[in-house]
């Protein structure tokens, strides 16, 4: 079965903490990952994908094939990272299969 | 550019009738596809369109339908309303070349409750 599981609802840091928001996926081929921001009142939008290999707003993450994992992590959060993440996969076929979403709080 | 447009931005509709949102593609997309977004969940795909043709589907009831004009723009149809339906419906575009099909990105939405 294909699934993607965010195991938290919410994660609460403080400004200049680590945070590592965790996805793992149930894939038997070789998807693509991708995590999806939606900040207050905006669209879902593409913050990155695995292919790409990029750094976006300091976020990266890093796919784990043996552990079957595709966490999100940044060293510091700031204020304006709060928000709702998704991680998604894509089998070959270009649908996206989400996550249910983490819900990032970054207090001042 | 204004992106994904979605219209009506809500809804409410009535257990047994029938609804047809709409949406328009970004710019230069020629796919389509559609989600549910339950609250408190991640968005489920329902289904896919590229040169008018349904390409891909979810595991969504065929009270789901759908349709893709020469324009690129799409409608989604649900007959036979049920509570269960009431959710956030996102339209998502993106271009095909080949086989790849490059970023999706997501429209506002389309708030549809049903009572």
């Known amino acids: 079965a294909q699934r993607v599981t965010q195991p938290e609802k919410l994660l609460s840091v403080f400004k200049g903490a680590p945070v590592e928001l965790k996805c793992n996926y149930s894939?038997?081929?070789?998807?693509?990952l991708f995590w999806y921001v939606q900040y207050s009142r905006q669209r879902l939008q593409l913050l990155l994908r695995?292919?790409s290999r990029e750094s976006i707003k300091g976020f990266t993450a890093d796919l784990n094939k043996g552990e079957t994992s595709f966490h999100l992590k940044k060293p510091f959060a700031q204020e304006e990272d709060s928000a709702m993440y998704y991680c998604a996969l894509s089998p070959a076929t270009d649908k996206l299969i989400f996550g249910t979403g983490t819900r990032l709080q970054v207090f001042p | 550019d204004a992106g994904v447009t979605q219209s009506p931005t809500h809804l409410i509709k009535t257990r047994g009738q029938q609804v047809t949102l709409r949406c328009s593609p970004k710019?230069?997309?020629?796919?389509v596809s559609w989600y549910q977004q339950a609250l408190g969940q991640g968005p489920q795909f329902i289904f896919q369109?590229?040169?008018?043709?349904?390409?891909q589907r979810g595991n969504f009831p065929d009270r789901f339908s759908g349709h893709q004009f020469p324009n690129y723009s799409s409608e989604l149809n649900v007959n036979a309303l049920l509570l269960g339906d009431s959710a956030l419906y996102l339209c998502?575009?993106?271009?095909?070349?080949?086989?790849?099909?490059?970023?999706?990105?997501f429209g506002p939405g389309t708030r549809l409750t049903v009572t």
């Open positions: 710019s230069g997309h020629d796919t």
């Open positions: 369109y590229y040169e008018e043709e349904e390409r």
């Open positions: 695995h292919i």
């Open positions: 894939y038997s081929g070789s998807p693509e």
């Open positions: 998502a575009s993106s271009f095909t070349s080949g086989r790849f099909s490059y970023e999706q990105y």
